[in-house]
């Protein structure tokens, strides 16, 4: 598969022309950024506009299964500057134990603590529902923007830069490369990167490649007046073991979300009402505070690969996919970023666990 053709390999700076201007494409530009000619095609007038700008934008090591864990703490050092501690409370019922059990033996720095000491964290929750909390102090808030900000800067100081309003309609192959065509040019590039969220597999498909069979699934989230007058500022996020809902402080408010699955086709999403108000009823029964009035409320979709485990690598030679984040794109971000330069300058291995192979012949 790909990798350096002997005309590309004496190249010093090869061209690299991004699909996509979320998290998962810009962290990957600004990585690149010196040692590559980067161009970042983003069809909407701004970078971060879908799943990325939609997120919790929370940082929780112990989230994801183990090949996102690994991701989770080789990230944190990348993400530090933009880290704000909040920590994680997981509260279950009679129902859930289960899940709380399966939580706690899964996690590295996660605590069983009494409800009495939960309610402590968060004053609101209804201690009657609930025999068994857990609490990971660790877990942080993102400064999402700040870290795109960021992003964008390395590229802007680089030779790189981002062309927004600007949609991928074309791909083909040329000499060791691709040529890679929207409505007003085309663009020459040695190596094309795939990373474009929930139409990842369609921009595969432009390129006559299979695609993996990534799953968009939406999921919504609401704002929430402060309960009861609360200052909500120093709460943790909060959600039930099984994941059924989550409520997490933003900006003085909290952020309710049903924490749904719902497959759907790649698109600028929005919430279900029916899901939503479900949701937001099993939040209301988890807490003493009524819901009294939704200010706003979004969705945004989670694309998963097969197994569940985000996919970098090579689909063809010069086509590197970078897709498949999932719940967790925002806080892999620097290591998933890390090895896509890594294999695309050097030609270095991935993990096993991450590489497109798994799903090739
Ligand atoms: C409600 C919610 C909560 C979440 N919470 C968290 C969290 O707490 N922590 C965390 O780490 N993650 C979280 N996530 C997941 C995270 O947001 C995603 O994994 C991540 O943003 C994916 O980034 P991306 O760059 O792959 O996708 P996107 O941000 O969707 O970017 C893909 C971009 O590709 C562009 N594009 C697509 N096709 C083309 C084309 N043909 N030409 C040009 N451009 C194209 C799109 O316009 C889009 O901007 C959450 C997601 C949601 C929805």
Not at 79 to 103: C, I, N, T
Not at 105 to 133: D, T
Not at 239 to 257: D, F, H, N
Not at 300 to 324: E, I, K, M, Q
Request: proline share 6%; net charge negative.
């Amino acid at each position: 598969m790909r990798r350096f053709s002997p005309a590309r390999s004496i190249r010093l700076m090869p061209k690299v022309v991004i699909i996509g201007g979320g998290i998962a494409g810009l962290s990957l530009a600004a990585e690149l950024a010196g040692q590559a000619e980067v161009v970042v095609l983003e069809r909407e007038a701004h970078p971060g506009m879908h799943a990325t700008g939609r997120s919790a934008a929370l940082f929780v090591e112990n989230y994801g299964n183990s090949a996102i864990r690994t991701l989770n703490r080789a990230s944190r050092s990348g993400l530090q500057p933009y880290l704000k501690q909040r920590g994680v409370l997981f509260v279950a019922s009679a129902e859930e134990q289960d899940a709380l059990d399966g939580h706690l033996a899964e996690s590295a720095g996660m605590v069983e603590i009494s409800v009495q000491k939960a309610l402590g964290h968060f004053p609101i929750l209804n201690g009657a529902r609930f025999s068994r909390a857990a609490y990971e102090e660790d877990a942080s808030d993102i400064d999402v923007d700040a870290l795109m900000g960021q992003h964008r800067r390395s590229l802007r100081a680089s030779v790189g830069r981002i062309a927004t309003r600007t949609e991928v309609i074309a791909l083909s192959p040329s000499r060791n490369g691709w040529d890679v065509v929207t409505a007003d040019r085309t663009y020459r590039a040695d190596i094309v990167v795939n990373a474009a969220g929930a139409w990842a597999d369609e921009v595969a498909q432009l390129a006559g490649i299979t695609p993996l069979g990534l799953t968009p699934l939406r999921r919504s989230a609401a704002i929430l007046p402060a309960p009861g007058g609360h200052d909500v500022s120093r709460w943790p996020m909060a959600l039930s073991a099984s994941e059924t809902w989550y409520a997490k402080p933003e900006a003085g408010r909290l952020m309710v979300s049903p924490a749904e699955e719902d497959p759907v086709a790649p698109m600028d999403a929005w919430p279900d009402d029916m899901v939503l108000a479900e949701g937001l009823d099993r939040y209301a029964q988890a807490v003493t505070e009524p819901v009294t009035r939704v200010e706003r409320s979004w969705a945004g979709l989670r694309t998963f690969a097969p197994d569940r485990t985000p996919v970098l690598g090579w689909g063809a030679s010069g086509f590197f996919w970078c897709a498949g984040q999932g719940g967790y794109g925002v806080q892999t971000s620097p290591e998933m970023a890390r090895l896509a330069a890594q294999a695309i300058l050097h030609d270095s291995d991935l993990p096993a666990e991450l590489d497109v192979a798994r799903f090739l012949n």
